[in-house]
């Protein structure tokens, strides 16, 4: 079989992408995957500001200018892993609907 016909044959016949294992994926899984790892980095990004802060908060020496950055810290990164987890739980519902 020349390479002439190989070619004509695969122009007439339709290939699916699965007999073929190209992957497939629509938009959701593309978006879920994606938020998925936004929100993995979020976390730990959270996480360590939190022990981070911790361990500033326990070098501090009670001097309180170190004490309450630490805390602040410590809020901010909690007030982040709320809002990380607010927007988890909201993409999650919102892509369970499509």
Known sequence: ???????????????DAGSVNIPTANANDVLAGILGLVYMVAGIT??????????MYTISDGKPDEIAK?????????????????????????????
């Open 1 to 15: 079989m020349s390479l002439l016909n190989i070619v004509s044959m695969l122009a007439v016949e339709k290939i």
């Open 46 to 55: 959270a996480v360590l500001a939190i022990i981070i802060a911790g361990y």
């Open 70 to 98: 630490a805390k602040n810290t410590i809020l901010y990164a909690l007030i982040g892993l709320i809002f990380v987890g607010s927007a988890f739980v909201i993409t999650q519902f919102v892509l369970g609907r499509f």
